[in-house]
């Protein structure tokens, strides 16, 4: 290309960044993206980059049991430069963008046309499904238009390593990708006979895109991808859905092209290009699998132009519409024919349809102003709801730490925190605070009476109470989370008083006895004694848990808030106390403290099944699912350090990682259990209330002799001899002994 060439196709990719930057944001700001998928993916790259890989509150608990996408550890670097959800719309629009540059460059190589490479750039730029896929949010796996067009011009210009990376970022970028590579692969062996390159596509695409599928997703989800159910209605399995179409393949033809809605979809996505990449079925067969899955899908969004599973499709419909061009331009197909001098003149100017086309379509479609509406899902532009000012009023009163429930709209904006729950109408009523627009219809799933019901429900039954209300906005708090002041003069009285409350039981590793952390001032006693062995730190929110460094005579010490403390034994130097950090929050919610297997680290567990991480400690799951199995109440960490097990105190046991979970008893159904003890892979022990030792495993079953019928039983611990012992709420210890058989 001619520099002058060069400048026209940078000044349209900078109006095209221009202009879809401050669209996507401005119709972020007035409060149109949408929960999906806009805050699912802004809250699993805001956990990455705080060290949470893929966590998330919305939808699935790991990212990674909804979609394999693997490049999220890079996109949450953008959050380093600015951490604001805005940043990642306009990344999107900057990758969307680049697509123009290598079609430019394989267009003017391609058809040595002048000013070839600048059309197809604006055709590309102008093409209506790119645009719908800028308009709808965020997603990371849009990444593939450009990095297919850029790995298609390496293989082109014989850089063959530059084209492999790129095309292993694409692979990494979604699940289906594989697909399509594989059958990259096909159209190379079949095509072009580069054996080596398209044998290695084959294997490693579909290779991949079945461990993600069938393997990956289902771990990470606890069951299969529900992608799948898409498909349901043609076949229950995949390997059914194969057979079927050796089968019938009448069947899936008619479901295919037998509805007008999906013949539609493919003249929307062809016409704007003249049809020209029909002319050119090598490049044009790795846009097969997307245009297939999407038309053989029940899901209505996945055939037509508005989302994003179009992307993959898009760089080869492209790259196929050059290759017909130049197949066009070297005489194939026509030259023969009677009435070809008449149109040689014309072809090498025949690329102009394709900007022409593209532009027609933006002008019908217009991606900008569209309204897509039921049975689609809905996506809205730059309208702005009326009581916009209320909604950025109430949104100063919500702490950034704080746990929010809030609806579809309003979710992309609150995000960057751990606890972040969609409203439905009626779920997670546990968080500290509800924000609710009651003037906003849309995205319902539910009608508007159960939406009300849901409200109500929160106030009357859950302890909220609304602390603001104008022009529709609702905020709700929950005041049974709130920290109660006079408890905390109770429990510091206590201890002034010498009436101490003991919560946790550990020994000593260096002189062999037991110790016990008491709540209100943090006395850490010997039981057998009353010898007083950690510096007397008074703190204003009670101890809850304390841990013993091997190595160091120190402990750490969390309290209720969740700041830890590293505290010293006596006569112990202040450098050898530990500290990684802490999770303090502004609420009384956290119960235990658990050391990493190294000693360079720990995890904190709050009450809602959360798992805060420090140092060396590895974050792999929060226990979101099972709050009506009670309050989380411990957390154990297996002896291999490779997982660790939440306890809640109806007695339900939640692994994370790899713990064998061979005899794991069945929940007692009420609010009896309270500790937890892993004493060797697949086995341990479970302490009830009354003092009841459950074994897990292969346990040896154990019974302690103060067993009664009061709920009185706090804390189970081993001595270095391997003698059990069990804390009471007295501070007193009681031995547990082999059961008789």
């Avoid at 493919?266 to 020209?276: D, E, I, M, T």
């Avoid at 850490?524 to 841990?547: I, K, Q």
């Avoid at 658990?594 to 709050?606: I, K, S, T």
């Amino acid at each position: 290309m001619s520099p002058k060439e060069r400048l026209c196709v940078k000044l349209f990719v900078a109006s095209y960044i221009v202009v879809f930057s401050v669209y996507a944001i401005g119709r972020h700001n007035r409060f149109n993206s949408s929960a999906l998928d806009l805050g699912i993916q802004d809250n699993v790259l805001w956990n990455t980059i705080h060290g949470r890989a893929f966590a998330s509150s919305i939808e699935t608990p790991h990212y990674l049991g909804d979609h394999i996408t693997l490049t999220i550890p890079l996109f949450s670097l953008l959050y380093l430069l600015w951490e604001d959800v805005r940043i990642i719309l306009i990344a999107q629009t900057l990758l969307l963008a680049l697509g123009a540059f290598p079609l430019a460059a394989f267009a003017a190589e391609k058809l040595k046309q002048p000013w070839a490479g600048p059309a197809v750039a604006l055709a590309y730029l102008l093409y209506p499904a790119l645009g719908f896929i800028n308009r709808f949010d965020f997603h990371p796996e849009v990444a593939v238009v450009p990095l297919f067009l850029f790995a298609a011009l390496c293989f082109e210009r014989k850089k063959p390593h530059w084209g492999y990376l790129l095309t292993l970022l694409a692979l990494l970028s979604k699940e289906q990708i594989g697909i399509v590579i594989g059958f990259w692969g096909i159209s190379l062996l079949l095509c072009e006979r580069t054996r080596r390159r398209g044998l290695l596509f084959i294997l490693v695409g579909f290779g991949w895109s079945w461990i993600a599928l069938f393997h990956i997703i289902p771990h990470f989800r606890g069951g299969p991808s529900d992608t799948l159910l898409r498909y349901g209605d043609l076949a229950e399995t995949p390997g059914q859905l194969l057979l079927l179409c050796v089968r019938e393949p009448a069947r899936i033809l008619t479901h295919l092209f037998g509805s007008s809605e999906r013949l539609l979809y493919l003249w929307n996505l062809l016409w704007p290009l003249a049809g020209l990449c029909l002319l050119c079925p090598r490049l044009l067969l790795p846009a097969l699998p997307v245009l297939a899955y999407n038309l053989l899908s029940n899901n209505v969004n996945q055939h037509s132009l508005y989302y994003q599973y179009n992307a993959p499709a898009i760089p080869w419909l492209f790259l196929s519409a050059i290759g017909g061009l130049d197949r066009l331009q070297a005489g194939q197909g026509w030259r023969r024919l009677p009435w070809s001098r008449d149109f040689r003149p014309v072809i090498p100017r025949l690329f102009w349809v394709l900007p022409t086309g593209c532009l027609l379509a933006f002008l019908v479609f217009n991606p900008l102003t569209t309204k897509i509406r039921p049975p689609h899902f809905e996506v809205y532009s730059w309208e702005e709801p009326g009581n916009a000012p209320q909604l950025r009023r109430a949104a100063k009163m919500i702490p950034p730490e704080a746990e929010l429930t809030t609806t579809m709209a309003l979710l992309p904006h609150f995000s960057h925190r751990r606890g972040i729950f969609l409203w439905w109408g009626g779920a997670y009523f546990d968080s500290d605070f509800i924000l609710l627009n009651l003037h906003d219809h849309r995205w319902l799933t539910r009608s508007w009476n159960e939406y009300l019901e849901g409200l109500q429900q929160a106030i009357e039954q859950h302890g909220h109470k609304v602390i603001y209300s104008d022009n529709g906005i609702v905020l709700t708090e929950n005041f049974r989370k709130r920290t109660d002041p006079t408890e905390k003069i109770q429990n510091l009285l206590q201890s002034k008083l010498g009436n101490p409350l003991p919560v946790d039981l550990e020994w000593d590793p260096k002189d062999g006895q037991p110790k016990v952390l008491y709540s209100a001032g943090g006395a850490l006693l010997n039981p057998l004694t009353g010898e007083e062995t950690m510096d007397a730190g008074r703190p204003f929110s009670p101890y809850v848990a304390f841990e013993f460094i091997p190595g160091r005579s120190a402990i750490l010490a969390l309290n209720e808030n969740g700041n830890v403390t590293g505290k010293r034994l006596a006569g112990v130097p202040r450098s050898a106390r530990p500290h990684h950090g802490d999770a303090e929050r502004p609420f009384s919610i956290f119960v235990d403290i658990e050391l990493a297997p190294d000693g360079q680290g720990y995890y904190l567990l709050d009450r809602f099944g959360r798992v805060y991480t420090f140092g060396s400690a590895r974050h792999r799951g929060d226990d979101r699912r099972h709050r009506g199995s009670g309050e989380a109440v411990d957390l154990e960490v297996a002896p291999d350090g490779k997982g660790y097990v939440i306890l809640r105190s109806h007695g339900r046991l939640a692994t994370f990682g790899h713990v064998p979970t061979k005899g794991l008893p069945e929940p007692f159904g009420w609010d009896i259990a309270r500790d937890l003890c892993l004493t060797g892979a697949g086995s341990g022990y479970l302490l009830d209330g009354f003092g009841g030792v459950h074994a897990l495993g292969e346990a040896t079953p154990l019974r302690c002799g103060a067993y009664q019928l009061e709920d009185r039983m706090i804390d189970l611990e081993f001595d270095p001899q391997g003698q059990a012992w069990i804390l009471d709420r007295d501070g007193q210890l009681h031995p547990a002994s082999p059961a008789p058989e």
